[in-house]
């Protein structure tokens, strides 16, 4: 017996933990930001770059999910670009009450709506995102279709 616990002691001298693995602490945060909670998002229009941050709703994490994505957005009443997505999102419509240029928002749960003038509206959408600077907006999208490109 004593010769089995002086075998035992000497193996276990060298025993210490490895930590040259060892995962971060449970707090750590998370090296990816949840889509809906300031991550970012880009667009690009005919060649110009727009920065975006998405919106705090679970639409918006959904259509981040679904990045990167091109679509072919059609012009609507002169003031928005709009896109049917390849599959319908959690919809929670609010009225907005004022659209801003730079807006992006979800119609009736399947499609993408970039706005490019501001006005009022009667309307309810759900929040997607926020083009952080709409100057040039309104000229990069043109008249007619414009091919839009979402990205990360």
Do not use: H
């Not at 035992?8 to 809906?36: F, V």
């Not at 679904?66 to 609010?94: F, G, I, W």
């Not at 995102?129 to 091919?147: C, E, P, R, S």
């Amino acid at each position: 017996m004593r010769l089995f616990l002086i075998a035992a002691a000497l193996a276990c001298l060298g025993c210490t933990p490895d930590t040259s693995q060892a995962k971060p602490p449970a707090s750590a945060p998370s090296r990816q930001a949840e889509p809906n909670q300031g991550a970012n998002m880009n667009l690009s229009i005919n060649g110009q770059i727009f920065a975006a941050e998405f919106a705090e709703t679970q639409a918006a994490a959904e259509f981040a999910a679904l990045l990167p994505l091109t679509l072919d957005m059609s012009d609507y009443n002169r003031n928005e670009k709009v896109a049917t997505l390849p599959q319908a999102l959690t919809a929670a419509d609010t009225a907005v009450k004022r659209i801003e240029a730079g807006d992006i928002l979800l119609w009736q749960g399947n499609s993408i709506v970039v706005f490019y003038e501001s006005f009022d509206t009667p309307y309810r959408y759900t929040r997607i995102g926020k083009i952080t600077d709409a100057a040039g907006l309104k000229a990069a999208v043109g008249a007619g279709n414009a091919a839009v490109r979402f990205g990360r």
